[in-house]
């Protein structure tokens, strides 16, 4: 298996843009979670899903974040519309069950740098 | 204050030196605690898992939970070029996967 896969690996955009970062979960994995990460706050969940469903979205910092998993294979994070704070690197990561533990880790991509001028 | 905190370095060794890298928490809920390492321009990947308090070794990897101070560890024994990145604890509670990272430290070890 490739992993976890994210695309696109950098992203320029300006101010007020639309913003798709795509993500790849390792296959039989039924759980995926989006991550930010910036040097002030760390890494953040954002939200996670199991079996395409969201489940819980309380870390999306504002309604101009939203999350579809359309399939158990695909899954996006959207920002509409962008702001130069948004800028930071974004993890998708996969698990096999919500249970922590080695057999069960998440498995991280390996991010999409957003910059937002 | 955050739920987890870390001293984020950078902190540099020498080759072959005993490292001691640490995190504070607040959260008395949390039972299952986590090392990953993350390397430059990568994503992050689990090193060490523990559950409650105690110790666990592997290999050169040493991890310590103290619950009763909220406070883990987790201990490099000889030290390599190559164990230079950035280390993150993570915790969560009960059984779940919702984890809760710290900052991160960043270690560099020097030849």
């Known amino acids: 298996d490739a992993g976890v896969i994210q695309s696109p690996r950098h992203e320029v955009t300006e101010m007020g843009q639309e913003v798709t970062l795509r993500c790849k979960p390792i296959?039989?994995?039924?759980?995926l979670f989006w991550y930010r990460q910036t040097m002030m706050r760390g890494l953040e969940l954002l939200i996670y899903?199991?079996?395409?469903?969201?489940?819980?979205d309380s870390g999306m910092p504002e309604d101009r974040f939203s999350a579809k998993m359309p399939n158990a294979s695909f899954s996006t994070l959207k920002i509409q519309p962008s702001e130069p704070r948004d800028s930071a690197v974004y993890f998708c990561?996969?698990?096999?069950?919500?249970?922590?533990?080695?057999?069960?880790?998440?498995?991280f991509g390996p991010g999409t740098r957003l910059t937002v001028l | 204050q955050k739920e987890v905190e870390q001293d984020p370095g950078p902190l540099s060794v020498p080759e072959g030196a005993i490292v001691s890298l640490n995190c504070t928490y607040s959260?008395?809920?949390?039972?299952?605690f986590m090392w990953y390492r993350q390397y430059s321009r990568k994503g992050p990947e689990l090193l060490m898992y523990?559950?409650?308090?105690g110790n666990k070794e592997d290999g050169r990897f040493t991890a310590q939970v103290d619950k009763s101070s909220k406070y883990i560890s987790l201990f490099i024994r000889d030290s390599q070029p190559s164990d230079s990145a950035t280390y993150l604890c993570?915790?969560?509670?009960?059984?779940?996967?919702?984890?809760?990272f710290g900052g991160g430290t960043r270690l560099m070890v020097k030849p």
């Open positions: 990561a996969s698990s096999f069950a919500l249970l922590a533990g080695v057999n069960n880790e998440q498995f």
């Open positions: 296959s039989g994995h039924d759980y």
């Open positions: 899903f199991n079996n395409n469903v969201p489940i819980d």
């Open positions: 959260n008395s809920a949390f039972q299952y």
């Open positions: 523990t559950y409650s308090s």
């Open positions: 993570a915790m969560s509670p009960n059984a779940g996967n919702m984890l809760t």
